[in-house]
């Protein structure tokens, strides 16, 4: 199999991946097909959505078509020249508990009607089983996929692996690693449809997190039944390349309407919101009036077109390394999807080993849900275990952040700068100076043009989990340093007195002089002043 990363951003990737019918490019959504019931013919997907590739169910073939796919040619009978994906009946497993076809019947069918991409006859978990049979449904889809290998003949299939265990994480974790010993070439996330029908995408995040730390991280992850245009940010930013759904006809035939944040019942709409070929030349109300068929068909297209707008946001978010940003962004169109959100950061650390440290522009914070970047916590990791304070240093002066970046380079600091080289040369490098900045904590001035240190843009002001925060790690930077004396310049407009107060205790614990200084609470010539004197005093005999 070839699958290429070319781009990546937190654990989202575009990449290429190979089929025998041609390339595609990920991250990916596969339109289902129901050749009996079709709304959009199968070639228009492609012509003009510009979908490069669809999923249909095989065990469906099998059951109203028999031969026909299979002497016809797969891409010839569902009259699409594109690449094809089947599924092999798990689904209705899921639903009526079974279905009329082996294992090595439904392997062998795949092979005969000529999938690209064919999945096994897994066992799905479910949402709501108990432990003991999702036990089972683990160790069935293992078993099956060990058999597979005996049974499969032909070698130009990309075969999926799936990984079952539903909301029981130790069987994800299990099923996981066990597929991943397996030499398939692409691993799929069963079960989740319940979770996302209930909105339970805290829950989906556990779910897709542990599949992919425990499987081989260069194969493709596809997630099945996920094609609302509203999580799919969220979903690659997982790791998520590859996405199915039926969404596009099933919320047309209920009289929905899709955008990018959410979904509108057609009946109850004044306006379109989009502009794409389908709306800019109608309205709800005309719509709404047309006969039931025609209806259907024009809200099926138009969710098709959302879907594709959102899938090329989300390639442009990852090229420009911004795709954070527009999760975040997407996360607050629902609560369900800013929970979710919020729960990634239990995630951060293996998050951030595969994500790029360094991108061609800064980012935007906004507020604590962005202490979970990859960016703050390859920082953390970083400061913490590599960076040593200069040898000689004996006092830092801990400054707050200023608008203007780089830090040591503000009108604010101008000042400070002159106050410490008026102690002379040879104490000029006894004194260590650092910034104290959101989101990252504290900002030694020599690394202050490092990236990102300087490329961000952070909202202000700061809510209280951001602020206790950078305190925190102030007070860990200065437990875990041999300065004698640590003097803070505090901004209680910006942080009130969380730093003050994280950082004295810091200091009483290693037994350093604590000098903080306020500013605001005196003249400027007074402010300096003081400053000079708590320098010189804690130089001692060196000033």
């Known amino acids: 199999m070839s699958f290429e990363v070319k781009e990546k951003d937190l654990l989202g990737r575009i990449g290429k991946l190979k089929t025998k019918s041609g390339t595609l490019e990920t991250p990916l959504l596969f339109p289902v097909i129901n050749p009996s019931i079709q709304l959009v013919p199968p070639q228009r997907l492609k012509d003009e959505f510009g979908f490069e590739a669809v999923i249909t169910n095989a065990y469906i073939l099998w059951k109203r078509y028999r031969d026909q796919p299979a002497n016809e040619g797969l891409r ?9 994906m089947t599924d092999s009946g798990a689904y209705q497993i899921l639903v009526y508990g079974n ?35 999702a036990q089972e449904t683990v160790a069935e889809t293992l078993k099956r996929a060990k058999a597979f290998f005996k049974l499969k003949t032909r070698q130009d299939i990309l075969w999926v692996g799936p990984v079952q265990g539903g909301r029981h994480l130790d069987l994800v974790s299990k099923s996981a690693k066990a597929m ?19 909105y339970r995408y805290d829950v989906l995040v556990d779910m897709i997190m542990t599949a992919k730390m ?58 379109f919101p989009c502009q794409c070929p389908k709306c800019s030349s109608a309205t709800p109300k005309k719509v709404f009036e047309l006969p039931k068929a025609e209806q259907e068909q024009f809200l099926a ?28 962004m997407r996360a607050h169109a629902h609560p369900a999807l800013l929970t979710a959100l919020k729960r990634v950061k239990n995630y951060e650390c293996f998050i951030e080993k595969s994500s790029p440290t360094v991108k061609q522009s800064g980012f935007f914070f906004f507020d604590n849900v962005g202490l979970a970047r990859p960016e703050i ?98 007070a860990e930077y200065v437990k875990r340093s041999s300065y004698q004396a640590v003097v803070l310049i505090n901004d209680p407009n910006t942080w009130d007195n969380t730093v003050k107060q994280k ?9 350093a002089a604590f000098e903080p200084l306020t500013l605001g609470a005196q003249g400027t010539k007074e402010f300096l002043g003081r400053l000079e004197t708590i320098l010189k005093r804690n130089l001692g005999d060196s000033a």
């Open 76 to 84: 010839e009978f569902l009259k699409f020249d594109g690449s094809v």
């Open 301 to 328: 297209e138009h969710n098709l077109h959302v879907c594709v707008a959102e899938l090329k946001r989300i390639k442009q978010a990852i090229r420009d390394g911004r795709l954070w940003e527009h999760v975040e």
């Open 180 to 198: 991943g010993k397996l030499p398939f070439q692409i691993h799929a996330l069963g079960s989740p449809t319940e979770v996302m029908e209930s």
């Open 214 to 271: 425990n499987l081989p991280i260069e194969r493709p992850l596809h997630l099945f039944g996920a094609g609302h245009p509203h999580m799919m940010a969220l979903a690659v930013a997982l790791g998520c390349d590859l996405f199915d759904s039926a969404a596009y006809v099933l919320y047309a035939r209920e009289g929905r309407y899709m955008t990018e944040n959410g979904t509108w019942r057609l009946g109850e709409m004044d306006y």
């Open 377 to 474: 916590a390859h920082y953390r990791e970083r400061l913490s275990k590599r960076y040593t304070p200069p040898t000689k240093a004996k006092v830092v002066v801990l400054v707050p952040q200023t608008r203007e970046k780089p830090f040591h380079r503000s009108e604010e600091f101008k000042d400070v700068r002159r106050v410490i080289n008026r102690l002379g040369t040879e104490n000029v490098s006894l004194v260590h100076v650092c910034f104290y900045a959101a989101p990252f904590g504290v900002v030694p001035m020599e690394l202050d043009e490092v990236y990102p240190l300087s490329q961000h843009e952070t909202a202000l002001p700061l809510d209280c989990e951001v602020k206790d925060y950078v305190a925190t790690h102030v």
């Open 99 to 133: 279905v009329e076809v082996t294992q090595a019947e439904i392997v062998d069918y795949q092979e005969r009607i000529g999938s690209d991409i064919a999945t096994i006859l897994d066992i799905p978990t479910g949402w709501h089983v108990p432990k003991e049979q």
């Open 503 to 511: 950082c004295r205790l810091a200091c009483k614990k290693r037994a």
